[in-house]
Nanobody
Framework: QVQLVESGGGLVQAGGSLRLSCAAS????????MGWYRQAPGKQRELVAT???????NYADSAKGRFTISRENAKNTVYLQMNSLKTEDTALYYC??????????WGQGTQVTVSS
């Protein structure tokens, strides 16, 4: 069983920055992919960014150029640096991990609210 501990969500003005963190209770050798998804009111959960153990990244078009996903394998932690935040970035952000066996685990979600 993998436990994910998220932090970093909060309230920020448009144009500001936040950094989300997610620590997994499993060593990186057993983790294939870590990533972030988000769900805004009235919308489906959508991909924000993912990163593999080897460092390959993937971003949603809305995140490119503003968000950066990174990983510290020694700490089993993934980060999402969010800059130039917009009101439309307001959502519940979820951390997830995909194990080598392709089993998926989700964090509890952390709220990001961007004010105008």
């Amino acid at each position: 069983q993998v436990q994910l501990v998220e932090s970093g969500g909060g309230l920020v003005q448009a144009g500001g920055s936040l950094r989300l963190s997610c620590a997994a209770s499993r060593n990186s050798f057993s983790i294939n992919v870590m990533g972030w998804y988000r769900q805004a009111p009235g919308k489906q959960r959508e991909l924000v960014a993912t990163i593999t153990t080897g460092g390959s990244t993937n971003y949603a078009d809305s995140a490119k150029g503003r968000f950066t996903i990174s990983r510290e394998n020694a700490k089993n932690t993934v980060y999402l640096q969010m800059n130039s935040l917009k009101t439309e970035d307001t959502a519940l952000y979820y951390c997830d991990v995909v194990l080598l066996g392709r089993e998926v685990y989700w964090g509890q979600g952390t709220q990001v609210t961007v004010s105008s």
